[in-house]
C-alpha cells in the first residue's frame, strides 16, 4: 500500500474505535446493533493492522505528523514493524474477546462493547504513538475502561479487586507522569526520536528515563511491584481479564521494550534487567503453583511470562530482541487461549475453584484438547509455538553467554508444566466432583443472617443464583473462541520462519534507531 | 528549589494518607500526589521565565513561560480530577467492606458462590485468619460437617 495512504489512516485506529464507542453508547437499547457495530470496527482494525503490517515488513517506519505540524513540533504517530505486529495481535485479542463475552452473556450490560472500544483504542494509540507524553495519555485512555470492566458487576469480590487494581495504577501513573516531567526537565523534549540515545550521552536523562521505565515495568508486573496483578485480574469476568491480561500489562512491556531501546540505546541496565527478570520467571511461576483457583493460576503466571518476554533486555541485541517479540505474540494469543478455556469451565461450571471441578475432559473433549495444546504451548512443546519462542530465547541467552538465564528459563519451563498440570488435574482430568451446589444452598440458607455483618444479608441475596445441573454440555459456542487462538499457536508453531522473520526486522529496527529517527524527523 | 520542597511536602502527605486505612484518605493521598507529578512538569520548564506564553506581532520573547508543559499539567489534571471523582465513587460503594477480602486469595473470592458460603463462617472469624492455607474451600467444608 502507498505509504502515504497508509500513515493517513494511522490515526484512524484512534478515532475509529472511540467514535464508534460513542454510537454504540447512543445504541444501547439495541444490543444487536451495539454487538454489530463493535465486531465490524474490531474487524475492520484487524484487517488494517494485517495490510500495515505488508506495508512495513521490510523495516520501513512510516511516521503521520498528526494535523501537518512540522517534525519536532508535531506529535507523531509512528508504524513500524514492531508496532504493525503488536496492532495486529491487540485487535485480534479484542474480537476474540468480544465474541466470547457475546457467547457467556458478558455484554448484556449496555456498557460492555463501548468500555471496551475506548479500551482497545487506547491500547492501539499507546502501541503507535511517538512521544512519551502521548504515551502517558493512551496508558490512562486504556486503563480507564478497565477500571470500569472490573468493576462494573458491583460484586463485592471485584469491588476490592478493583480498588487494589486502581489504587496501584493511579501510584504508577503518577510515578509514569513525573517520569516523564523530569525527562522533559533533563533533554528538553518528549518526543521519542528526539530523544534517542540520549540516557547514553547524559547522566540526569539516564535518571529520568529510569523513573518512567521503573513505571511501566510496575505496569507490565515485575517483580518486586507485581502483587497488584494476582489480586485483581482474577475477580473480573472472564472476557475482560483475557482482555487486560492480552493487553494491557503488554502495553509496559511495549513501552519498555521501545523506551530502553531508543533512549538507551540498549545499554546501561543489563545487571538490573538480568536480576528484576529472572526473579520475576521464578517467583511468578512458584507463586501460580500456590493458587487454587484456574484463573488465579493463570493470572500469577502471567508475571513469570512477562519475565520470559523482557529477558532479552538483558543482552539487547537483534537476535534476542526478536526472540522476546515473537515470545510476547506468542503469549498474548496462549494465555488468552487458555483463559478462554478455563473460562468456559468456570461458565458451566459456576466456579473456578480447582476442589470443585473434575472431568471436563472426559465430558468435553474438545474443550480438553483446547485447553491442553494451549498449556503444552505455553510450556513449550514443539510443534506449538511455544517452542520457537523459547528455543529462539535460550539460543539467544547462550549466543550472549547467559548461561544461567538459559538455565532458569528451562527450569521454570518444568514449573510451568507443572501448574498448568494443577489445572489439568483438577478441573480436567479425573472424576464428575461430587455435586456441592445443593448443599451449598441449603446450608447457607439454613444458617441464620449474621446480625453483626450488615453484608452478609446482601452478598446472600445478590449472589444466590441458580446451580447448573452437570449435565449440561458445554455450549460448542463458547469452546470455539479458544479453539481459534489454538489454531492460531499451532500455525505459528508449524510456520514459525514467517513470523520469526516479521519479528527479526521489527528486533532490527528496535536495536538500530536511525530508520526510526530519520523517518519521524526528517520525512 | 521551593519547587523541590513543595514536591517533598506533597509526596510526604500522599504517602502518609495512602497508607491510610480508609479508601477516602487513600483517595486524598492520591489527589496530593497528583498535585506533587504536576508541579515536577511544570518547575520542568525552569522557573525563571514567568511571563504568559503568548506570542504576537510585535510582542517581547523574552522571559516567556513554556506553554508545552501548561498544556501536560491541563492534560494530567483533567486526568487526575476524572480518577479521583472514580476513586471516590469506588469508596462509597461499599466503602463498608474496606479490606474484607484484601488478603482473601482470590480462589477464596473469586466466585460467587464461595462468597455465599464464606460469608456466614468468616464473618465469626478475625480477619487475619483469612489469608493462610491453600485449600480454603477444603477448611471451610471441614467446619461446617463438623
Known sequence: ?523 | MSAAVLVTVLVAGGVYLILQRELVRAALGFVLIGHAANIIILAAGGQRDREPAYVGEGMPTDGLSDPLLQAFTLTAIVITFALTVYLFALAGHGGDEDGKNSDAEPSDADEDHGTVVDAPSTSGEPVGTTSTGDQPTGRTDGKEHA
Request: charged letters at 10%; glycine letters at 10%.
Open chain 1, 1 to 523: 500500500m502507498n505509504p502515504e495512504v497508509l500513515s493517513a489512516t494511522l490515526p484512524a485506529y484512534l478515532w475509529l474505535p472511540i467514535l464508534i464507542a460513542a454510537v454504540t453508547l447512543l445504541a444501547k437499547r439495541a444490543k444487536d446493533l451495539q454487538r454489530f457495530l463493535a465486531l465490524t470496527t474490531h474487524t475492520l482494525i484487524l484487517g488494517g493492522a494485517l495490510i500495515s503490517i505488508t506495508a512495513v515488513s521490510d523495516g520501513t517506519v512510516i511516521a503521520e505528523q498528526v494535523s501537518g505540524w512540522v517534525p519536532g513540533i508535531s506529535i507523531p504517530f509512528v508504524l513500524d514493524t514492531f508496532a504493525g505486529l503488536m496492532l495486529a495481535v491487540a485487535a485480534l485479542m479484542v474480537l476474540v474477546c468480544s465474541v466470547f463475552a457475546i457467547f457467556t452473556g458478558d455484554d448484556a450490560d449496555p456498557y460492555f462493547h463501548p468500555l471496551v472500544l475506548v479500551l482497545s483504542a487506547g491500547v492501539y494509540g499507546a502501541f503507535l504513538t511517538g512521544d512519551l507524553f502521548n504515551l502517558f495519555v493512551m496508558i490512562e485512555v486504556a486503563l480507564i475502561p478497565s477500571y470500569v470492566l472490573l468493576t462494573r458487576s458491583g460484586k463485592a469480590t471485584a469491588m476490592t479487586a478493583g480498588r487494589i487494581y486502581f489504587g496501584v495504577n493511579l501510584l504508577v501513573s503518577a510515578v509514569l507522569l513525573a517520569g516523564i516531567g523530569l525527562v522533559y526537565g533533563t533533554a528538553g523534549t518528549v518526543n521519542l526520536a528526539e530523544l534517542a540515545g540520549a540516557a547514553t550521552e547524559s547522566t540526569p536523562v539516564a535518571l529520568a528515563t529510569g523513573v518512567v521505565l521503573l513505571a511501566l515495568g510496575a505496569k507490565a508486573a515485575l517483580v518486586p511491584v507485581h502483587t497488584w496483578l494476582p489480586r485483581s485480574y482474577p475477580f473480573a469476568s472472564v472476557a475482560v481479564t483475557a482482555l487486560l491480561s492480552g493487553l494491557l500489562t503488554k502495553i509496559g512491556v511495549y513501552g519498555v521494550f521501545r523506551i530502553y531501546g531508543l533512549v538507551y540505546e540498549g545499554t546501561g541496565l543489563e545487571t538490573v534487567w538480568l536480576v528484576v527478570l529472572l526473579a520475576t520467571m521464578i517467583i511468578g511461576v512458584f507463586g501460580a503453583l500456590g493458587e487454587s483457583g484456574m484463573r488465579s493460576i493463570l493470572s500469577f503466571h502471567m508475571t513469570s511470562q512477562v519475565g520470559y518476554i523482557m529477558l532479552p533486555l538483558a543482552f539487547f541485541g537483534p537476535l534476542g530482541m526478536a526472540a522476546g517479540i515473537f515470545y510476547m505474540i506468542h503469549h498474548i494469543i496462549v494465555k488468552a487461549a487458555l483463559f478462554l478455556a478455563c473460562g468456559a469451565v468456570e461458565h458451566h461450571a459456576g466456579t473456578g475453584k480447582l476442589a470443585q471441578l473434575g472431568g471436563y475432559a472426559r465430558r468435553e473433549p474438545w474443550l480438553g484438547l483446547v485447553f491442553i495444546l494451549a498449556a503444552l504451548s505455553l510450556v513449550g512443546i514443539p510443534p506449538l509455538s511455544g517452542f520457537v519462542a523459547k528455543m529462539s530465547l535460550i539460543h539467544a541467552s547462550m549466543e550472549a553467554g547467559l548461561y544461567l538465564a538459559a538455565a532458569c528459563a528451562v527450569v521454570v519451563s518444568l514449573f510451568t508444566l507443572l501448574s498448568m498440570l494443577k489445572i489439568w488435574n483438577g478441573a480436567f482430568w479425573g472424576s464428575d466432583p461430587e455435586p456441592p451446589k445443593q448443599r451449598v444452598l441449603t446450608s447457607s440458607s439454613a444458617t441464620a443472617p449474621d446480625a453483626t455483618d450488615p453484608a452478609a444479608g446482601r452478598l446472600r441475596r445478590k449472589f444466590v443464583r441458580t446451580a447448573p445441573t452437570s449435565l449440561d454440555r458445554v455450549p460448542r459456542r463458547l469452546i470455539l473462541p479458544g479453539a481459534v487462538l489454538v489454531l492460531c499457536t499451532v500455525g505459528i508453531g508449524l510456520g514459525a520462519q514467517a513470523l520469526m522473520d516479521l519479528a527479526i526486522t521489527a528486533a532490527e529496527g528496535l536495536t538500530d534507531t536511525t530508520t526510526y529517527t530519520e523517518a519521524v524527523m526528517h520525512p
